[in-house]
């Protein structure tokens, strides 16, 4: 590689997307506050993008209406794109030291996914080496967020326990034994004369106990 080549590599750099674990519940608030902090510190040509790759869903109410929603991926992480510049004794691709902290540092963020480099005493933990996603999963991933039909949800499964609210059933209690969110009914056995009876009943129908 000439010296010209050399420097045209070194200055596109290497794209990679990375993982990094945030505290639960706090993907959306990490996202925001990185995308400032990469603003705000100007590394926006080594932090190209954060995501949080999403699939669609649609949530069963209990008036039987739906609910557009998304569900995350990966609970508790976030991806990050960001350009590698070769290392100091140009051996390989690596994360720059000030892009690194800048996504380290961003509050609720826990590290990077990668591979713990132990320390030379064996006292404490290491310092973990970032690794960047493989090409296959990185397709995977975004595939699986662009083309996912969306899934059906509704906050009853079967062993719920249930109250039935109206039809000829009102007031009868049971467990629920089959739940069919593409027909918004599930099955559920009664006690009618002393007999466990399974009996189809409409989402909107039922109440959860407890």
Known sequence: MTDLEDTQEYAAGELRWYAVQ???GCEKRVKVNLEQRIKTLDVGDRILKVQIPHTPTIKL???GSRQQSEEKVFPGY???QMKLKWNSDFSHWDIDDEAWQVVKNTPH???FVGAEQKRSSSRGRGHV???PL????VERIFRQTQQAEPVVQVAMVAGDHIVVLSGPFKDFEGDVIEVSPERNKLKALLSIFGRDTPVELEFNQVEKQG
């Open 61 to 63: 109410r209990k008036d």
């Open 78 to 80: 976030v991806l990050v």
């Open 134 to 137: 493989s090409s296959a999963e």
């Open 22 to 24: 945030v505290a639960s």
């Open 129 to 131: 080496k970032p690794l």
């Open 109 to 111: 963020v826990i590290n």
